[in-house]
């Protein structure tokens, strides 16, 4: 895995759609996500391939997924990782 950048994030840029920070592998989103989710205290982080940019990100699961009315797929720019 490679380490942070400059400003001792993991990103390559970001998503021109989303505007989200892109990561260049799995690893590194799901590195990202567990050191967030572990700083913050908000609760689960997802890791995911934009269907626009081909990058991973890193979001919070949608309401109506946490509540399990809708699967992740289900949801705009959402693609199972």
Do not use: Q
Request: charged fraction near 30%.
């Amino acid at each position: 895995m490679t380490g942070p950048n400059r400003r001792g994030d993991m990103a390559v840029g970001y998503c021109e759609t989303t505007g989200k920070k892109r990561y260049a592998s799995r690893k590194t989103a799901r590195f990202t996500a567990r050191e967030t989710r572990a700083g913050d205290g908000r609760g689960r982080l997802s890791t995911y391939v934009c269907e626009d940019c081909g990058s991973w990100h890193v979001g919070r699961l949608p309401a109506p997924v946490v509540r399990g009315v809708k699967a992740r797929e289900d949801i705009v720019h959402w693609r199972a990782s």
